[in-house]
């Protein structure tokens, strides 16, 4: 049951974290246009579960008039509407609350905000915090998105029942994390990730679409093409048990895919999402309509203008 269809309206941003699932950064391209977002939000009403539509990147705030305008027409359309940003643009809590303004007489909802180390370092008073601090006064809900460095405590995995290293900071080791950050971390043998443990390839509550058309079951793991078969369309013959990757992961998790396809690997990996990363990335020219952008890899993307 969809109920949220996530725009990642550019893959640019002004930052270049080292945690980020879609290697977003100044360089990176992949931005909808005010015409493909009615297209969207016109097929959102034709699947008929959809409830809520965000806009993310990246950082959608680089294009602030065409957010502005989706925000807009999805609310003209009858859905909640919301935002992730990085807040960059908060540099004073006046600036904030003119910058958040338009988007609460829009009739935005809700605001997701990145407030860590990865974007401002080590610092008390962040533009995520001033961004909050405005859209309270606003009266627009909104809450902090917090990731922070991974680190190691040794104690008790509830997964594993036994003792284990367990990695603290809620990084997920997929996208620029899975090439910057697991340097020097502990790793289990590939054999024990049996699952996923973060999305429901099954039964999916929400997508994130990029301007290229990509369906995004998870950052690079596509459902189809939206601008080659609508949306809809998309949706509704999805059958997870025969979607190439996405079959292999619900049957046996990243553990299996490697073992139904037969791919070679290392003995042991971080978490689940590093596996899968590593596999996913490893097939992109067999399966390049349904592991996509090249992008989200950290590849040029040989399809996009």
């Excluded at 974290?17 to 931005?31: E, K, L, N, W």
Aim: aromatic fraction near 10%; proline fraction near 7%.
């Amino acid at each position: 049951m969809l109920t949220g269809l996530h725009f990642l309206l550019t893959y640019a941003c002004n930052y270049e974290c080292d945690h980020c699932f879609v290697f977003g950064g100044p360089s990176a391209g992949g931005t909808f246009t005010l015409d493909q977002i009615r297209q969207v939000l016109q097929e959102a009403t034709r699947i008929g579960s959809v409830e809520w539509i965000y806009f993310e990147g990246g950082e959608p705030f680089l294009y602030y008039p065409l957010m502005l305008e989706g925000l807009r027409l999805a609310r003209e359309l009858g859905f909640q509407t919301g935002v992730v940003t990085n807040a960059y643009w908060a540099t004073t809590d006046e600036d904030a609350e003119l910058w958040l303004r338009p988007l609460s007489e829009a009739g935005m909802a809700d605001l997701s905000v990145s407030d860590d180390e990865f974007h401002f370092g080590r610092v008390s008073e962040t533009p995520a915090k001033r961004a909050l601090r405005a859209a309270a006064r606003l009266g627009l809900a909104g809450g902090p998105i917090c990731i922070e460095q991974p680190t190691v405590e040794t104690g008790v995995d509830k997964e594993q029942e036994r003792g284990a290293p367990v990695i603290r900071g809620g990084a997920m080791f997929r996208g620029r994390a899975a090439e910057k950050l697991v340097a020097g971390l502990p790793r289990r043998p590939w054999q024990e990730f049996r699952e996923c443990p973060y999305e429901n390839l099954a039964d999916p509550g929400r997508v994130h679409l990029d301007a290229y058309g990509n369906v995004h079951l998870c950052q690079g793991l596509s459902l189809g093409n939206l601008w080659q078969t609508p949306l809809a369309e998309l949706v509704a013959n999805y059958v997870p048990q025969s979607h190439p990757i996405a079959g292999p992961l619900l049957r046996g998790g990243p553990a299996g895919l490697a073992s139904e396809l037969g791919l070679p690997r290392e003995d042991a990996y971080v978490d689940a999402c590093h596996l899968c990363y590593s596999l996913r990335r490893a097939l992109l020219d067999a399966f390049p309509q349904h592991l996509a952008p090249r992008q989200v890899y950290g590849l040029p993307d040989l399809s996009a203008a």
